[in-house]
């Protein structure tokens, strides 16, 4: 018997630490070479560490949502070989999704030891081979973590790439094929299962108090928004935008539209609304480098579109808005929400933006206070359309209205800046033939 | 020269570095591909595709030889064939043209710009080539390394005068009488084979106690028997001590300890290959290897970030249809989309005679990963089809877990099996049972019946034997 301390690799360029985001493994389980043990998060993605060996895991070296140094002891396993060896995994670089996905897939409270059993590698050796129910005992050790016989799952290529892309790591996956080979059914299944929300609990009074360490994408989110309200100045400027032409105009492209056309939401037209507003104040579609004191203005409009995903939120981008037309921007609208939905959306296509949009359709409110997705200096928060009375000089008359609550970086966007894009950008939705025509 | 900057720089343009270049190209990302030869790397130029023509026309050549002799059971009768070997060769050089320009154009058509030039790494990022008209320097965001490798020498026997590489034999316009091949690797027997079927007479000397000793004995057997019929000596347990001192021979020290001289036209060293990691800068961005190879992860990636490493520059099995997949992957990885390596198997074919088709594991390497296997074994003199081809030599066997059924691998030796391999592959990369396989109309008369019938053995209800 020997023991192998496992490090944590260098996940990354110049990362020194990562955060434990999901333990796949605990005390007691035994596992194969390369079975995942567990997943680190760093700035850049979610990274998933393999087992270098077969062995029992004795010791776990980090609690879900530790941050822990590259180099540091993260699992230790007793291997059958005789030397003690010290292993620094190869990392393996996963899907996006995985960020996302990891409270969905993962094992949950079971997974996360306690202090105590953490710190006392217990002195049993190596049992003998877990037998997966339905399936005949073998010569080779099952882990608890993979129920596939030999450590590989069994799939068609077709079905592993399909899993690879929606970021499904199929040792996770029951295969009820033959052989248990995992079929696309399986997977499918597999990914319902994955937005499944909790069963509704009875009336009663509770008293306990749930400590929920935010880890992984939360965290993420927590430390963007903090950093951004604490380096970032905001001056909110809200104002009102007659969008009844606008939603004429909307309903009647989405009556006579091709039928492969994307159907028209308002925010492509916002989009190319932004487009030509930015086309005057070039300033405000800029990332501001507030260390170098430089404002890099981008000639590229690249609009982030806050949306609220099942694993939380999440800006996909759609680059190149002003080489786009409204149908265009509709469709590549449509296309990004998608991926960013389904968990397939790639890393570039959720960073790079250079302004923000965030709307919340029907639950969008009178006012928000958007905050801006830093290091951009502008973001304009979209409010819900609501039927008003409005007085046009000689009655009331119904109109639909829509606030736009908009964001600005002080330190680079003066107040009159800020109104002034605001009031170019209700010109042009107010009068929505602006939007298209030249000069 | 002005600089060129590009998304993706790849360095060679073999097998592992077009198949990235055009893949990349088909994606959108701006690609740029370096080499100093024709595309197409050892494959198209001086291995795959040149040895199989050689070895095509050999088996001509002794076919119609065998029908000069008025044997043949099939009552024909024909005149003795004689053998314009330049010819031969000019005709293996026409279909290398062919494929080379096909590569080429191929990516040119997927936008891929080609330099022709030898490429060396400044650093991670940069590459200078010598052209013919200077020194081109080219930044890349991501840059893939795909250098191949090359025939292995021996300290003891260095290649030059009658000591030549595959490559050299390859494009002899001449026949020699006597030809000795140092390794009986495949490269070394379907070459050694090729000749000995155009009239050289062969000896093999092979230092392991049995020829292609990387697979096992049951699939090895008939082409050892063959050997024997066409008159080539193989020596194992052998080895080849240098030149012999009067010109023209190799002093060669038996099993049993005793030290001869074989005389030799030419003495062909096919000792393996080894992987291209000099001359183009490897000094310069230092990366972690794993042997002699470059160490790369599930991705292909080396210890340097936007650095990856394809084809045989990376390790076993050195195959070009491995460094095909690994090639469009990378690309693939380049482009944004997620891929790792996930492949059940990559087998490997060797063009002997007969074929033999390696796909997934051997019973022995099942049985030594501790997995209890169920293997059966078809012969192909129980298959109609290989008695009209007078391919009755040979056998298809089928391993599989002895309680799932699920198949570990498939194996077989046999004349024109190479064919078969495709089926061989899909079955295991699909996770194919014994009962997949044995519920497949396999058509009859043919060869692949083969398959099926080895997977009702292993069930225990073979119909056909």
């Known amino acids: 018997m020997g023991e192998l301390v496992l490090k944590l690799p260098d996940v990354g360029e110049g990362i020194a630490e990562a955060e434990l985001v999901e333990w796949h493994v605990k005390i007691g389980d035994l596992v194969r070479e390369d079975a ?59 899907p996006m999704a995985a960020a996302g996905a990891a409270g969905h897939t993962g094992s949950g409270a079971g997974a996360r030891p306690s202090a105590a059993s953490r710190n006392e590698p217990p002195p049993a050796a190596i049992r003998p081979p877990e037998a997966v129910p339905s399936q005949p005992v073998e010569g080779v050790r099952h882990s608890a973590a993979a129920p596939h016989e030999g450590g590989k799952p069994v799939a068609s290529p077709a079905v592993r790439l399909r899993a ?67 380096h970032i100045p905001h001056i909110t400027y809200v104002e009102e935008v007659d969008v009844t032409a606008l939603e004429e105009l909307r309903a009647k492209l989405n009556l006579e539209k091709r039928q492969d056309a994307p159907k028209l939401t308002l925010l492509p037209f916002l989009m190319r609304a932004l487009v030509r507003a930015i086309a005057g104040q070039p300033h405000l579609n800029a990332l501001f480098d507030d260390e170098a004191g430089v404002l890099h203005q981008h000639a590229g409009v690249h609009i982030g579109i806050a949306a609220q995903t099942p694993a939380g939120l999440m800006v996909p981008v759609v680059k190149h808005a002003e080489a786009l037309d409204l149908w265009a921007c509709a469709a590549e609208l449509n296309r990004l929400a998608e991926a960013a939905r389904a968990g397939t959306a790639t890393r570039g296509e959720l960073s790079g933006s250079t302004i923000t949009v965030t709307s919340l359709g029907s639950l969008g409110g009178f006012v928000s206070t958007p905050i801006i997705n830093y290091p951009e200096v502008a973001i304009v928060g979209v409010n819900k359309i609501t039927m008003r009375p ?46 298209f025509v030249n000069g | 020269m002005k600089d060129m900057s590009c998304k993706l720089l790849v360095i060679g343009a073999g097998p592992a570095g077009y198949v990235c270049a055009i893949r990349a190209g088909q994606l959108g990302i701006d690609t740029v591909i370096v080499e100093a030869k024709k595309p197409g790397g050892t494959c198209l130029n001086v291995g795959c595709i040149p ?27 024909a005149g003795a064939p004689r053998l314009d070997l330049a010819k031969t060769v000019r005709w293996k050089d026409g279909i290398v043209g062919r494929l080379t320009g096909g590569v080429a154009g191929l990516l040119k058509k997927s936008g891929v710009k080609i330099v022709e030039g030898w490429g060396r790494f400044i650093d991670g990022k940069t590459i200078e080539a010598e052209t013919e008209m200077g020194v081109q320097v080219i930044r890349a965001e991501q840059v893939v390394i795909a250098t191949g490798s090359e025939a292995a020498a021996l300290p003891n026997l260095p290649f030059g005068g009658a000591v030549i590489s595959s490559a ?10 006597r030809l000795i091949v140092v390794g009986a690797g495949y490269i070394g027997l379907e070459l050694g084979t090729a000749f000995a079927k155009l009239g050289s007479t062969v000896h093999i000397v092979e230092a392991q106690s049995r020829i292609l000793p990387q697979y096992d004995a049951e699939l090895t057997e008939p082409v050892t028997r063959r050997l024997r019929e066409l008159g080539v000596t193989v020596l194992t347990g052998a080895r080849a001590k240098r030149l012999a001192p009067k010109a023209g021979g190799l002093l060669v020290e038996t099993s049993d300890g005793q030290a001869v001289t074989l005389p030799a036209d030419r003495i062909l060293v096919a000792a393996g290959r080894k992987p291209l990691t000099e001359g183009w800068g490897l000094d310069a961005i230092d990366l972690d290897m794993d042997g002699p190879f470059i160490r790369i992860d599930g991705q292909c990636r080396t210890s340097m970030r936007g650095v990856y490493a394809i084809g045989d520059v990376t390790g076993e099995p050195m195959l070009a249809h491995r460094a095909f997949a690994q090639g469009a992957m990378v690309a693939e990885i380049a482009a944004g989309k997620k891929r790792s390596w996930d492949k059940v198997c990559i087998p490997a074919v060797c063009f002997t005679d007969p074929e033999i088709v390696s796909a997934g594991l051997s019973p022995e390497a099942a049985r030594a990963a501790g997995i209890e296997v169920k293997t059966a074994i078809f012969p192909f003199r129980a298959n109609g ?23 570990l691998g498939i194996h077989g030796v046999g004349a024109g099996i190479a064919e078969l391999s495709a089926g061989f ?41």
Do not use: C
Not at chain 1, 42 to 71: C, F, H, M, N, Q
């Open chain 1, 164 to 230: 690879r892309d929606a970021g499904v790591d199929l040792r996770q996956v029951h295969g009820t094929g033959p052989a248990g080979r995992i079929t696309y059914e399986d997977l499918d299944a597999f990914l319902a299962r994955g937005s499944r929300t909790a069963p509704v609990q009875a009336m009663q009074a509770r008293t306990s108090v749930e400590d929920i360490k935010l880890v992984g994408l939360r965290r993420k989110v927590a430390e963007k928004m903090s950093a951004a309200n604490t």
């Open chain 2, 385 to 407: 089809r290989a008695m009209t081809l007078e391919n009755e030599t040979g056998f298809i066997r089928v391993t599989a877990r002895a309680g799932s059924h699920l198949l």
């Open chain 1, 36 to 94: 995942p043990l567990a997943a680190v998060m760093t700035d850049k993605a979610t990274v998933e560490i393999p087992s270098p060996a077969e062995g029992e895991v004795v010791w776990l070296g980090a609690e879900v949502g530790d941050r822990i140094a590259v180099g540091a002891g993260l699992v230790r396993l007793r291997t059958p070989a005789q030397e003690r060896v010290t292993a620094t995994a190869t990392a393996r670089e996963p």
């Open chain 2, 168 to 177: 050299e034999a390859l494009a002899l316009t001449s026949l020699p009488d």
């Open chain 1, 390 to 435: 409005v007085w046009n000089g000689a009655e009331f008359v119904p109109r639909k209205i829509m606030n736009l609550s908009s964001s600005f970086d002080h330190r680079v966007v003066d107040g009159w800046d800020a109104a002034h894009f605001v009031q170019r950008i209700k010109a042009l939705l107010e009068t929505p033939a602006l939007i």
């Open chain 2, 425 to 465: 592959g899909l079955a295991l990369e699909m996770g194919a049972r014994l009962e997949d396989i044995a519920a497949t109309v396999h058509v009859h008369p043919t060869q692949s019946e083969g398959l099926l019938e080895a997977a009702l053995k292993a069930l225990g209800h073979p119909i056909h034997i």
């Open chain 2, 51 to 77: 040895s199989k023509a050689l070895i095509h026309a050999a088996n001509e050549f002794e076919r119609a030889a065998r029908l000069a002799d008025g044997k043949s059971p099939l009552g024909i009768v």
